[in-house]
């Protein structure tokens, strides 16, 4: 079946630096791949979506990469900030249905000032 | 700012009441998704619709959880009857599927949750 590995469940980084989090699947890659932002007592928030034949996506301090080879995404945040301080989620679209996306366990991500 | 909206935001019931959360989609979306979110399994997908109809539910146990489209405006999930380990946050979801076209993959859009506890 299925299994999607967000790296670590939670990962503190210095304010200003840049935090890379990690979302890893086997067997089939997704058409696309989609990232949320979760806030305490929230429903997650989507961020970028990336498709399959995309390497890059890039919105503002954000940037998406998509590796089919590696089975891999990583979420950077440039010049990070407490307020980007959240539950950062990962999410596949293999196609399936309407919209059926497939969740991995997030990673807790704290800027420390 | 259109939203989707939960009712209730928060439940505490005992075991064996039946238990009913109500969503209203985003005005114009046809897709409605359920999610429940425990700290264990993290987000599950337990049915969803479109255009009101449901394309899958097979992530609700079947013999106590329902969920229906009464229309456009409503989506209810019930749990009867209820039990501790159904204590968890559900989440609704709404979307726009444009049907058969794999080029345009919008996102989810979220509602604020119902925290159910089960005693």
């Known amino acids: 079946s299925q299994k999607i590995e967000q790296n670590s469940e939670a990962l503190n980084i210095q304010e200003g630096k840049t935090a890379t989090l990690t979302c890893n699947y086997t067997n089939y890659s997704p058409a696309y791949l989609q990232w949320y932002r979760q806030d305490p007592g929230r429903g997650p928030v989507f961020l970028l979506l990336i498709r399959e034949n995309e390497k890059e996506k890039r919105k503002e301090r954000l ?26 989620l990962c999410a596949l679209d293999f196609l399936q249905g309407a919209q059926k996306l497939v969740f991995g366990q997030g990673t807790r991500l704290t800027i420390n000032p | 700012d259109a939203r989707v909206t939960q009712t209730p935001r928060h439940k505490v019931t005992e ?16 897709t409605v998704f359920w999610y429940r979110q425990t700290m264990m399994q993290g987000l599950e997908l337990l049915a969803y619709f479109r255009n009101r109809a ?28 209820s039990e501790p380990r159904d204590s968890a946050v559900y989440f609704c979801a709404s979307g726009l599927d444009y049907i058969g076209d794999r080029d345009r993959r919008e996102t989810q859009y979220f509602g604020p949750g119902t925290r159910l506890l089960v005693l």
């Open chain 2, 15 to 30: 075991m064996g009441q039946e238990v009913t959360m109500r969503c209203q989609p985003i005005l114009g979306h046809n």
């Open chain 1, 63 to 88: 940037k998406v990469t998509f590796d089919t080879t590696l089975k891999q995404s990583l979420f950077h945040i440039t010049a990070s900030q407490p307020a980007d301080s959240a539950t950062y």
């Open chain 2, 54 to 81: 449901p394309l899958d539910d097979s992530g609700m146990p079947k013999d106590r959880f329902s969920a229906e489209m009464p229309d456009a405006t409503l989506a209810t999930l019930k749990i009867q009857p």
